[in-house]
């Protein structure tokens, strides 16, 4: 088991007692879509990534893990993977010091992202055969230092495809973690409490010195969402 650690409580800059927008369900409109209508107007996340230049509210959940465990350092090479709209690499390019003569980041997602400096993107998707490749050769052919993946497929509302579709990337993006990282690196990827994790965690094990899983407090709790930190890639044998 590896502990989970809750990075506390609300978010705002708000107090509860502020006034929460109600959104009314319209025709047309289903009762879900109101509702997550409404929990976006009155999420103090999403207000202060607007105030503050941020294209999401989840580049406060890597801020937050970075300013806990330092992630972050000068010089690093970054994948970052289900990108879009860009708030983790826009948050890591001045961290780790990218610029576009001289790129350390290299991003990717199926959606379309605005340009980020220091960052090439890649609109592909990630489990497409020549998507790997595209991403380190976007690197000039070196091994990295962090892959980060924040992906999640939509959710067909059938929860055994989902939990499947949801595996199924988490584990994609470590064998890619591994097959791409430098001795010491560093994978951090969005997974869900209660998945089938045992298998997952035990290869990272083998391949990391440690494991831990975070919950930021950018993270609604209600989600099941919680973040797992794999660091000290251990160097692999050669053949
Ligand atoms: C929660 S969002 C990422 C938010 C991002 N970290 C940010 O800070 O802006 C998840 C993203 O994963 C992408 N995604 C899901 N499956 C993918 C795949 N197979 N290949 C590429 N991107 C994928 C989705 O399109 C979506 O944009």
Redesign the pocket.
Known sequence: MVKTTNMGGGAGRRSDRDLKVRVKTSKGRKIGSTLWLQRQLNDPYVARAKAEGL?????Y??KELDERYKLFKKGQRIV????????????AAPLVGSTDANPLIAA????EMDKISGVVFLQ?????DG?PKALIDALGGHKVDIV?S?????TTGHRATDHIRIIT?VE?AADFAINVLAPGGTFVA?VFQGGTEHELLSLLKRHFATTLHAKPKASRQESAETYLIARGFKAQPTD
């Open positions: 294209r999401s509210r989840a580049a959940k890597i970052d993977l289900g990108a879009a709209p860009g708030g983790w690499s826009q948050v990717i997602d199926f959606l592909q998707d990630f489990t497409d998507a980060m924040d992906m999640a497929s939509p990337l994609l969005k």
